[in-house]
């Protein structure tokens, strides 16, 4: 979609809006430059950098691709993988996006808390379905933990933004429903119906189906006693993981790359986060080395307690939906691979063999709390 129009184009939109998103550039004739253009696997991203009368401003357009991961079969039916959230149609993108974070923002602002940040979205051009925003300046949570990596040569103490980053979930989980948004997987069926849909992806793509086959069915006999037969909903993230949040000063956590499409069982954004933290990229091809497992288990406790605050943690639900979300990872890296990628092939077979390794590893933690462990003897 970038490829609709070119950048001569956008900038000259840019310099024609530029009084409305930034007031104090108004009536002024603005320098706009074109920083950086960058593609990714769902978008591309164009950072410009603004100026005029000695005043500086960066803003970012970002273009939502579509389904780009989708192979054509010859018949015309798109072969894709189990998911359990549904790609949205790629011209809706960048209007849903829009919406939700302009309603993030006054979500969180009218809280007046310290602890979270929101982004500014400036506009949305529907002819060009493209999202405006300011430019945020601080790193993501993923980059400052990096700083925690082995050998830590300037740590960085992350504790109050991973409390904080569980603090903000647990109040977008309470934002009310958009217009796009509707229920999934709302109870303990659907939870297993997804489950038996990972599996059987990944038993046709021959992959180790006796360790497949082992985990689902501890997995499924668990959910029997560990999860109600409704589960609690909320407004879902979809991609809550350490890269989609910034950290400003004061470990202030903005968080962002959402389209509010779905309500869906709390567990799965905080079992995401968790997975996230598990299975990072570092930590896959390090062997697990770059992070030391305490520390993530530190990692991992703050960000609970900053989701419950005083109540009881669910761990139970949380690690088995964790294991569920492992499941979809390993369909996900499997359905990837059959991806043609030339020259790169070889090296994708490799990085598949380090996270295969690491998603079995995951698997196999045994469930152990307490809460787990009795349902276990139970059943
Ligand atoms: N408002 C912003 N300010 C600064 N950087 C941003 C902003 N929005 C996104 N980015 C950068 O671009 C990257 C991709 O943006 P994201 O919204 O996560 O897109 P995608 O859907 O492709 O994951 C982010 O990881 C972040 O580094
Ligand atoms: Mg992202």
Known sequence: MAERFGVIELTSVVRERIGRYFPELAGHEPRVLLERRQSRRNSTLFSFLVSANACEQRLLVKLPHGPATWRRLDDGAVDDRPRLSPIPMADAKAQLEF?????????????????FGAIRVLDFLPERQAVVMEHVPHPSLSRLMMTNCRPALWATNCDPALRNAGAWLRIYHDLPALGQTQDRHTSRDEFVGSLREFVEFLMRASQDSRLVERVAAQI??????????????????????????????????????????????????????????????????SFGFAFRPDLIARYEEEFLRGYFDQDEIPLGAIRLYEKLLVL?????????????????????LGAAALWSRAIRRQLLEPVTEPQAQAALSMS
């Open 220 to 285: 499924e006999s668990l959910a029997q006693s560990v999860l109600s037969e409704f589960l609690p909903l909320g407004m879902s993230h979809g991609d809550f993981a350490p890269r989609n949040i910034f950290v400003g000063p004061g470990q202030q956590v903005t968080v962002f790359d959402t389209l509010a499409r779905w309500r869906a069982p709390i567990y799965e954004d905080i079992a995401h986060f968790l997975v996230s933290l598990k299975l990072s990229r570092p930590q896959v091809y």
């Open 99 to 115: 919406t939700t974070l302009s309603r993030i923002r006054d979500h969180f602002t009218v809280r007046q808390d310290a602890r």
């Open 328 to 348: 979809e990872k390993w369909a996900a890296r499997v359905y990837r691979l059959r991806e043609p990628r030339g020259i790169f092939r070889l090296a994708q």
